[in-house]
């Protein structure tokens, strides 16, 4: 397909990946709706010095549908159309161990936000996406995956949470490819960003090279959409 998409909604734009997400598609010429979640982030700021028209805050918070609703209602009255959703805002919730007892008291916070969140997006933003290149994007994790679970504590409801909303992308890609929509679904690699509260500076991927490998991959046709994958920043597919 030729690519003619030049508009796209970004979840948790703010920093970390989704902030790599928004520069990377300015850079390639797109408008950018950035859903923003913090009231102020001086990176973010910067970006739109850069790209003072392209880049269009939209506040945003996707575990509220409230919020899901009026951000869609500030898109739209800005562009009847988005060719790119992009599902990336997402939080981190470490439970602890269950042989010493788990810490649930966030569990619903994570699925609020990982697995209900995109959900929320993809059916309020659906009417604005009848035209141009129907994609759906989500950024998911090694962490969802079953077959390959490498952990026996730690994070277990945000691993639960990717795992939650790989199966919920699988089913609205049965539902919506016969309408013509395309998806993505994207482990970004251990990221150098924000989700511990802190820069997390161990973390081997910068959210730059994984955002642009992301995007790359995004506005990429497949040779066969049907088959739903998560693909990684090296390119490399995880199982369900
Ligand atoms: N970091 C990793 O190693 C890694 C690995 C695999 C997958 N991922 C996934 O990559 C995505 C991006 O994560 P990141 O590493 O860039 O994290 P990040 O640096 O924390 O960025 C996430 C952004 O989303 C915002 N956000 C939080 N709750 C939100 C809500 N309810 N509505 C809208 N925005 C919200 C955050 O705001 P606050 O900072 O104020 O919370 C932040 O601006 C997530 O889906 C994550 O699960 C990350």
Redesign the pocket.
């Known amino acids: 397909m030729k690519l003619t998409a030049r508009r796209a909604f970004v ?10 997400f928004a520069r990377s598609l300015l850079k390639r010429g797109f408008t950018v709706y950035a ?4 009231d102020h ?1 001086h990176e973010f700021e910067l970006l739109k010095e850069e790209f003072p028209s392209g880049l269009v805050p939209v506040s ?5 549908m409230d ?1 899901v609703r009026a951000a869609f209602q500030t898109t739209a009255d800005h562009t009847d159309s988005i060719d790119l959703l992009i ?6 919730t470490d439970d602890g161990d269950i042989r010493q007892g788990l810490d649930l008291s966030k569990a619903a916070a994570a699925f ?3 697995s209900l ?1 995109p959900m929320r997006m993809v059916q309020t933003f659906l009417p604005l996406m009848q035209s141009g290149m129907k994609r759906l994007c989500f ?5 969802g995956s079953i077959s390959v679970c490498m952990r026996d504590r730690g994070p277990f409801t ?1 691993c639960m949470s ?1 795992t939650a909303l790989n199966m919920a992308v699988r089913m609205t890609a049965d539902a919506l490819m016969p309408r013509g929509f395309t998806f993505r679904l994207y ?9 511990e ?1 802190e820069k ?1 500076l161990r ?1 081997t ?1 910068e ?1 730059e090279d994984s955002a642009e490998a992301g995007i790359d991959y995004f506005l990429k046709d497949l040779d066969v959409e049907a088959r739903l994958e998560v693909v990684d920043n090296q390119g490399v597919v995880w199982p369900f």
């Open positions: 979840t948790g734009a703010d920093r970390g990946l989704g902030l790599g859903g923003t979640y913090m982030w945003l918070d996707v575990s509220s919020s599902n990336n805002a997402g939080i981190l609020g936000v990982n969140g950024v998911s994790s090694e962490a945000y990717k482990h970004p690699g251990w990221l150098k960003t924000w989700m509260g997390n973390a991927v959210a």
